[in-house]
């Protein structure tokens, strides 16, 4: 019998420590290993940190493009996590000012963040960049920067430039060469908006027979891009195109559909979001360049992670390959 109950508690122990050997190995440096980078990212982390890093990931949310932005910067916190690092997704407001991106800055500053994730979008943010980047802070900036040099480690996002003369490309082709276009921008003085703007009128500027009829202002709101499309049209009966260089072109392009005017007038804009994407599939918006926003937001900590643990520094402008979306590809690209 103590023979018996001897061999059932040697048993019991040599189970035991198995488990907990593999429960530590699941927990440490086993997670990281079996951490997969999620689809729509790009950047795998190199090697778990010794000590938890902490990155801010400062976004702004006015319109439905910042959503996946979003949900990259939460999946890359939940894959950092199994490398010992937290990424707190922090909003700065639904109004973009550089003042809003300043603030937020100092505050992660204050708090001694070892990184921080910022979309700085106008002039005058070098200046908070720089501070941190000289506190020993990286800066990683994404989707939309300044036209000022600053100390940030890296740039991520469109060549807001290059899209612009893409569309100006589209425009032309839609109206061939002839025709009245109206232009709305998201903020007058956001470098990102004003050189998609410009990339487009400087491509327009050679072809005789376009005429631009106006530029507004929409604050990246739907509601605005929809009045201001109505008045355009109601000013200019012919008008062809209504070209929207950031957020809310759905707006504008339920206001042609609301006239009647699908298939006479057509939206050019930017972003594959969902309210974009079926104003495609219905013939308003006749092009849409995607930005990958999805792969901005997790990359972005990731780059910025790998350079604190490794020593890793990313290119300092990273490009995304953007996608033309047009009613002929719809869907092939998001099959319904």
């Known amino acids: 019998m103590f023979k018996r109950s001897l061999a059932i508690v040697l048993t019991m122990v040599i189970v035991c420590t198995a488990a907990f050997a ?54 890359a916190g939940k894959y950092l996590k199994n490398y010992n690092a937290t990424v707190d997704y922090i909003v700065m407001g639904d109004d973009l000012t550089a003042d ?10 204050a708090k001694e963040y070892d990184a921080i994730a910022v979309v700085p979008i106008f002039d005058g943010t070098e200046i908070v960049i720089d501070k941190a980047t000289d506190l020993g802070i ?20 469109q060549d807001a430039y290059s899209a612009g003369q893409q569309c100006g490309q589209l425009i032309e ?15 007058f003085g956001a470098t990102q908006h004003e050189q998609r703007m410009n990339g487009a009128l400087d491509y327009l500027k050679g ?11 929409n604050r990246d709101k739907a509601e605005d891009a929809y009045n201001l ?26 206001a042609v559909q609301d ?4 298939g006479k007038v057509g939206v050019v804009c930017y972003d594959h979001i969902p309210e974009n994407i079926s104003y495609v599939r219905s013939g308003e918006v006749i092009g ?17 992670f790998n350079y604190l643990v490794a020593g890793d520094k990313p290119e300092e402008n990273i490009a995304v390959n953007p996608t033309m979306l047009t009613p002929a590809n719809v869907n092939e690209i998001y099959p319904e």
């Open 173 to 187: 082709e839609y109206t061939g060469g002839n025709g009245k276009v109206g232009v709305i921008t998201g903020y």
């Open 138 to 157: 990286p800066v990683g900036s994404f989707i939309a920067a300044g036209s000022k040099p600053s100390k940030q480690l890296f740039f991520i996002g």
């Open 22 to 75: 593999n429960g530590t190995q699941d927990s440490g440096a086993g997670s990281a290993s079996q951490a997969v980078v999620p689809d729509g990212g790009h950047v795998e982390a190199v090697k778990a940190a010794d000590e938890e890093i902490r990155i801010a990931f400062l976004s702004f949310q006015n319109n439905p493009f910042w959503f996946p932005i979003r949900d990259g910067a939460k999946a």
């Open 100 to 109: 809003r991106v300043i603030s937020s800055m100092e505050v992660a500053i």
């Open 288 to 304: 849409a360049i995607d930005q990958d926003p999805f792969g901005v937001g997790f990359d972005t900590p990731v780059y910025l």
């Open 229 to 254: 499309t109505q008045d355009m049209i109601t000013s200019n009966p012919d008008i062809k195109v209504i070209y929207v260089t950031a957020g809310g072109p759905f707006g504008a392009a339920k």
């Open 259 to 262: 006239l009647g005017l699908t």
């Open 207 to 217: 072809v005789d027979g376009i005429e631009i009829v106006g530029q507004y202002e």
